[in-house]
């Protein structure tokens, strides 16, 4: 802290023109940035407890997450319809919700984005509002909400039960003929509301329950008895200070600062007035945590530093006419507003901007505003504390220990000599103290050099010879005490004390940009095209050469323009790309962008005493952790404005502060500053991305899971630590349960994942900062991707019941085709049985009564063999039966119907009876197993039979038809008939019958003597 204060003291007072010191670095968000901000012209701002940043604008709320705009329309939202006006104030309503404000149509309501609801409330007054009416929206300490209605002259507060604004408010009691405005501050500490009123000042007392003002001031209240203040009072505001600020408008605005009591006045205002070359209206306060008091409204915006702050003392007016890196440029300020980190956002008519506070322990210079006037070449702290600082053109700049500066004792007895030598020890380019005698070498232009002695304050002014003319570009002292000198012509050279010594030689053009003396002793060279040479400090020997020469050791570049040293193993070398020299094995591992680095330029760097490594590089600033092997970079959103600028020197003093200088420019800081002390915050899931449409995350959070159908299984999670001044510092690592077993380190804040199959996942990402610290919980997002029908559990289910009742079906199948099978053997065997086996038993019988009457009786013989002949006919008549029954090609009532037209044609043509047969075609159709036509053909067969051989007709009809899904037989003949009653019932109609019953049919027989006989045969069809 001491030595920046000191040195920004030294560099206001004393350099010979103004420096200029940042403060502050505005950074801004704009429409042209493409991120999805709507309007540049932004009028209110808050952060939810998420983190988020809401803006309100000219199209509505939007939200910030560090990366993009999300813009709540208000298509599908619950309730109300969102505003799409200017929303001119945003507040916190509860945890989850927060207050939209729209003036310009009077409306004022709440809004959740978790369940995307919006609710209007409705502002009710005891009278209607006047032309001009304007709304203010604020909130006391407790936390109660109020609508200050300038023009109408009251207050509203919200009433939750009847979800109104209403007029009951004790801040109404206002006196007689007085209006309040838009103006009213809650005085937590003495519980008095300030209320700005057309008339003066006003005071409720929460105590007395009594509205106090100049007409009534029982506590004599100072400032309600300063005339000075009542008249046409603006603003009133209390700091954490307890400064009472109180500005009017007697004329033009006037600002008062009075102490606590409000009696005294003070001198704060200054820097208020004079200084703005605008129009400009004071309108609205704001302090910082750290204390930090802002002021802004239309073409202004003040801060006013309350720390200990010896240099910007006063109100600083912060406004630039041109867009530059860290100016801000708008017409009027509508809003400030801190986040949780300490990041202050800026509401303007000209974008959106953010700054943080500066650490008094950074510093950002420019030694003045004049281009390229100081270069500073090198910087050392001397035994004593103090500091020396050297410049090309300049001389040396010396200062004591608290950096106060003194004339420097070089040049008050420098001796006569011309013009140009006398530039040459102004023009310094190194500088070094020795240990043993204390005194101090500074190398010059053309080999010239400077040895100042402190305790005589005597110096000699030098031109050796082995300096060939040349310029000393380093000075470094080894631990024999010996100095080493580095020149512009690549000459290295040692000198004792007493003598001269020429090391190395490299020649013209190999410029010796570094000399470092390790904790071994060795030298270590940097430089100019000729690599990295490491030099025995005792034997003068070249112990270690490092080029680009392929192999172990092999640089980057063979130019080298500082080095460092970690360890006893470790050298840091930049030849634009960092180089890790291991000199124990020779081995070098070279370090690019494509390693992290930020850039393959790299210019300075400097170990601090935590064992980082800070680097210059053409992109500013960063910090290079060997542990972790980790770059982080630091720029303006962390204070460091001018990395890139300060590449020509480096430094670190005895109270560890790192210090970097170029042209006209100093760059300051403390490196435990950077370090973090708590860990990340939690990661927010800042986006889910389906397909190509974003949905609300909100609302999707609130669910046990985010159930997805089976195609939509591309989708894309983002996320983020909501710390929008760190974010980029953080290392994020994710997994998804059901898909990784490992963490995975993020490269950027979002995930894509494709083709996912069907199942149960849960992602988790969580956060770790540079110093290893892990983000207290891990966030995560359950997922559910639902399979396709035909892998569901009802589905499969379902496949697998109707597989066993197939497999069921198909063994009933051919089980039952092994029981028709069966029963076919059975009837064939029962067939053969009956018909043949009596059959045969019968020629049996008839063959030995044959053969017995043989000789005896040869009529009995002759009856015999007919017989045997006419049983051996219908024996082969029923095998024929059998065998056409069960034949394959036989398996149709066409087959079935020719037959027995073969049949009824064979038997009657015999017997000279007219036949007279009909099948229709439906019957060719008919579906009957082959059981059924076997018993269907028999019945038909046993019926033609009948009338051949008993009826004694001429004349025969058979007709098979289909009538109503029945089979229909009919066999009718015109002989001599019989009495049905009279039937003796034969195994002949037996047989007819029991096959009818096995085919389900009716069986009619009708007869009368001379009539003739019908069978009618009906059959049902399936």
């Known amino acids: ?387 020396w600082l050297s410049t090309w053109g300049k001389g040396i700049i010396t200062l004591d220990k608290s950096f106060k500066p003194y004339p420097s004792p070089l040049y008050k007895n420098m001796p006569s000599m011309d013009e140009r030598k006398a530039n040459d020890y102004r023009l310094t380019w190194s500088m070094c103290q020795q240990k043993t005698t204390g005194k101090i070498f500074i190398g010059c232009q053309g080999g010239h050099l400077m040895i100042h002695d402190p305790l005589t304050g005597k110096t000699l002014y030098q031109r050796p010879e082995i300096f060939e003319d040349r310029t000393i570009r380093y000075i470094a002292e080894d631990q024999q005490k010996k100095l080493w000198f580095g020149t512009q012509a690549g000459r290295i050279i040692k000198y004792d004390g007493t003598d001269y010594k020429l090391v190395l030689d490299l020649g013209r053009g190999a410029i010796i940009y570094k000399i470092l003396i390790d904790k071994q002793g060795w030298a270590w060279i940097a430089t100019q095209d000729k690599g990295v040479y490491a030099i025995n400090t005792i034997t003068d020997k070249v112990e270690q050469h490092y080029t680009t020469e392929e192999g172990d050791g092999q640089l980057f570049a063979n130019t080298c323009y500082d080095l460092e040293q970690l360890n006893d193993s470790i050298i840091y070398a930049s030849t634009e790309a960092l180089n890790i020299i291991n000199k124990r094995t020779g081995k070098v591992q070279q370090i690019t962008w494509r390693e992290g680095l930020p850039s393959n330029s790299i210019k300075r760097l400097r170990l601090d005493r935590n064992g980082y490594l800070w680097i210059i590089t053409h992109k500013g600033l960063s910090r290079y952790d060997h542990k972790r092997k980790r770059f982080t970079s630091y720029g303006s959103k962390d204070g460091i404005l001018m990395g890139e600028l300060t590449d020509k020197a480096d430094f670190i003093c005895s109270e560890g502060y790192v210090m970097f200088a170029g042209v006209n420019s100093l760059l300051f800081f403390k490196p435990d500053v950077f370090r973090r002390s708590s860990p990340p915050p939690d990661v927010t899931l800042t986006d889910f991305l389906l397909g190509n449409e974003y949905q609300l995350l909100d609302s999707l959070q609130r669910l046990p899971e985010i159930r997805l159908m089976p195609d939509q299984n591309n989708f894309t999670i983002s996320f983020a630590c909501l710390d929008f001044k760190n974010r980029d510092k953080f290392i994020y690592y994710y997994k998804m349960d059901g898909l990784h077993t490992d963490w995975i380190r993020a490269d950027r804040l979002s995930v894509p994942f494709t083709e996912m199959a069907p199942g149960h996942y849960t992602f988790k990402v969580k956060a770790e900062s540079l110093d290893g610290m892990v983000s207290k919980n891990i966030s995560s997002l359950n997922l559910f991707i639902k399979p396709p029908f035909w892998r569901t559990k009802w589905f499969i289910s379902t496949l697998l019941l109707i597989v066993a009742m197939i497999a069921y079906s198909m063994h009933r199948l051919r089980l039952n085709r092994l029981i028709a099978v069966e029963k076919i053997r059975n009837r064939v065997a029962r067939d053969l049985h009956d018909d043949m086996g009596s059959t045969l038993s019968t020629i049996n019988i008839l063959s030995s009564m044959a053969k017995a009457k043989l000789n005896s009786d040869a009529m009995k013989t002759g009856e015999y063999i007919n017989k045997i002949s006419d049983n051996s006919q219908r024996m082969m008549e029923a095998m024929d039966d059998i065998v056409w029954a069960i034949k394959p090609a036989n398996d149709t009532m066409q087959k079935v119907v020719a037959r027995m037209r073969e049949f009824a044609t064979n038997v009657f043509e015999a017997k000279e009876i007219d036949l007279e047969f009909k099948a229709s075609e439906e019957v060719n159709e008919a579906k009957i197993d082959m059981e059924g036509r076997r018993d269907f053909f028999l019945i038909f067969k046993e019926a033609v039979n009948n009338a051949a051989k008993y009826s004694k007709c001429s004349k025969a009809i058979v007709h098979v038809f289909v009538e109503n899904r029945k089979l229909i037989l009919l066999v009718k003949d015109n002989g001599v008939g019989f009495d049905v009653k009279d039937a003796d019932g034969g195994n002949g109609l037996g047989n007819m019958q029991k096959r009818t019953d096995a085919l389900h049919g009716k069986l009619q027989l009708t007869s009368k003597e001379g009539e003739g006989t019908e069978v009618r045969l009906t059959v049902p069809l399936n």
């Open 1 to 387: 802290m001491r030595v920046i204060v000191s040195f920004v003291f030294f560099i206001v007072a004393v350099l010979p023109v103004s420096a200029q010191r940042f403060s502050y670095a505005f950074n801004r968000i704009s429409t042209d940035d493409g991120i999805g901000l709507q309007s540049n012209v932004l009028f209110s701002i808050y952060q939810d407890k998420k983190g988020y940043i809401w803006v309100g604008g000219s199209n509505g709320v939007q939200r910030f997450d560090g990366a993009k705009f999300v813009t709540f329309s208000p298509d599908g939202t619950k309730g109300d319809p969102l505003p799409t006006v200017t929303v001119n104030q945003i507040l916190p309503a509860d945890s989850n919700s927060m207050w939209l404000a729209a003036y310009s149509v009077k409306e004022v309501g709440i809004f959740n984005p978790a369940t995307y609801s919006y609710r209007k409330v409705p502002v009710k007054t005891s009278a209607p509002l006047p032309p001009r009416s304007e709304f203010k929206m604020w909130q006391d300490a407790y936390g109660d909400t109020y609508i200050s209605i300038h023009q109408y002259g009251k207050i509203v507060k919200y009433d939750k039960a009847a979800n109104a604004f209403t007029e009951n408010t004790a801040l109404n009691k206002l006196p007689k003929n007085w209006k309040s405005t838009a103006n009213t501050f809650h005085d937590k500490l003495k519980k008095q509301y300030w209320l700005v009123c057309d008339s003066g000042l006003a005071v409720y007392d929460e105590a007395s329950k009594q509205m106090w003002s100049k007409h009534y001031n029982p506590a004599n209240l100072a400032l309600l008895n300063n005339e000075k203040v009542q008249s046409n009072v603006s603003e009133f505001y209390i700091d954490q200070q307890r400064r009472h600020w109180v500005f009017n408008w007697p004329i033009g605005q006037q600002f008062h600062c009075f102490d606590a009591s409000g009696k005294y006045p003070l001198n704060d205002t200054a820097g208020l007035t004079g200084v703005n070359t605008s129009y400009a209206e004071l309108r609205s306060f704001y302090q910082t945590k750290d204390s930090i008091l802002w002021i802004y409204g239309l073409g202004n915006l003040y801060s006013l530093d309350n720390r200990n702050n010896t240099i910007n003392k006063g109100f600083q007016l912060h406004r630039t006419q041109y867009l530059d890196n860290y100016g801000i440029r708008y017409g009027s300020v509508n809003q400030l507003f801190e986040d949780m980190d300490g990041v202050l956002w800026i509401a303007t008519d000209q974008g959106l901007y953010y700054t943080s506070t500066f650490s008094t322990d950074i510093a950002n210079i420019y030694l003045s505003n004049l281009p390229g006037y100081y270069s500073v070449t090198d910087l050392i702290e001397l035994k004593n504390g103090d500091y």
